[in-house]
């Protein structure tokens, strides 16, 4: 089972998959369920850099991307891991346009 975390005013609720999807859901307080649906711009940007980077690899981790570094390691696990390279990941079009927002607000803040 897939823990649930606290960061700050961001709750994740990992729960049961989507029906026809073996990803755990993810919902965040403040941002939604980023795997059915998309993150406005305007609840992206309250988020802090750690928020941030807690929902981009959340997503990754759900898809069942192995980490390298030792914070991914430590939030995620590694247990079950598939892919090494962020770009093999399989993303549907909401997580994908939700890590694209994300990433343009965390480089943009020099997160």
């Known amino acids: ?3 649930i975390a606290w960061l700050g005013a961001l709750a994740m609720f990992v729960g049961p998959a989507l029906a026809g999807d073996d990803a755990p859901r993810l919902c965040y307080e403040g941002v939604g369920c980023v ?3 998309n993150i406005s711009a305007r609840a992206a940007e309250k988020l802090g850099c ?3 980077w807690t929902v981009r690899n959340g997503i990754f981790a759900a ?3 192995c980490f390298s570094t030792q914070r991914g390691i430590d939030e995620f696990g590694n247990e079950g891991c598939r892919f090494s390279d962020q770009n093999e990941v399989p993303l549907n079009d909401y997580e994908r346009a939700n890590v694209k927002l994300i990433q343009s607000i965390e480089k943009r803040r020099g997160c």
């Open 1 to 3: 089972m897939r823990r």
């Open 35 to 37: 795997q059915e649906t």
């Open 50 to 52: 750690d928020q941030l």
């Open 63 to 65: 898809r069942g991307y």
